[in-house]
């Protein structure tokens, strides 16, 4: 049994990703809540450099709120060619208020600058990326029980493709596959994703 107890808030607002986390938590026996339970809390600045800093900054403000353990979860998009961006800033990559559609014409804007910029570079559909997920857990005063990483490659690819999932995951081709993240079905995507190496990595460190 994980010592997590039976009350835990996942301090996230986005319904994708609660849509990925609740059958992985489920299948560990935890009911999990988000903060879509919570409609009216202000929301939290994630002002940190990185993915881990990030999920700590979210993971410790839900925590001191509400006195109970808490999971977040800070990922995002690097693609090699772009220096790693849209990196951490991958949520409002096109600028705020978070739009995942507007996010990836700005993704393939500024893939095909590049492409503009050195015609001997690579078409930019086949741009190696990779999505990354940091996960933190603290315990109900907010100190840090367990901070994870887990990563999935892939290579961007010029029009989306698929309907399910969220972010760039249309535009997120896992040559392996044949297909993107959002032709994967939840199922599918929880078996290889950022995410769901990450949540392992969790359930390896809670075990020990
Ligand atoms: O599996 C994924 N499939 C596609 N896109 C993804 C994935 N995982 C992260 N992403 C993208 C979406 C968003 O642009 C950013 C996350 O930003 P991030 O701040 O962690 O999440 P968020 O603001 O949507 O919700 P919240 O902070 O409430 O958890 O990276
Ligand atoms: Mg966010």
């Not at 808030?9 to 990925?20: L, S």
């Not at 977040?72 to 990196?87: E, F, H, N």
């Not at 990836?104 to 990326?129: C, G, I, Y």
């Not at 769901?196 to 460190?205: I, R």
């Amino acid at each position: 049994m994980l010592p997590l107890g039976s009350e835990i808030i996942i301090a996230t607002r986005n319904k994708g990703k609660m849509k990925e986390f609740e059958p992985m938590f489920l299948r560990q026996g935890i009911a999990v809540r988000s903060l879509l339970d919570y409609p009216d809390l202000p929301d939290i600045v994630e002002d940190g450099h990185t993915f881990a800093a990030n999920a700590l900054i979210k993971a410790r403000a839900i925590a001191l709120k509400f006195g109970v353990p808490v999971v977040a979860d800070d990922s995002g998009l690097c693609v090699d060619r772009l220096g790693g961006a849209p990196g951490v800033y991958s949520a409002r990559y096109a600028g705020e208020p978070s739009d995942d559609a507007a996010n990836n014409r700005k993704l393939l804007a500024e893939l095909a600058k590049l492409e503009d910029s050195s015609p001997s570079a690579e078409p930019a559909r086949l741009s190696p990326a990779r999505f990354v997920c940091a996960i933190a857990l603290v315990d109900r005063a907010g100190h840090p029980v367990a901070e994870v990483e887990g990563s999935c490659d892939g290579v961007i690819i010029d029009k989306p493709r698929g309907e399910h999932g969220f972010g760039y995951d249309p535009l997120f081709y896992i040559p392996e596959l044949g297909r993107t993240m959002a032709e994967l079905t939840v199922n599918e995507k929880n078996e290889l994703s950022h995410r769901a190496q990450a949540l392992g990595k969790l359930w390896e460190a809670l075990s020990k």
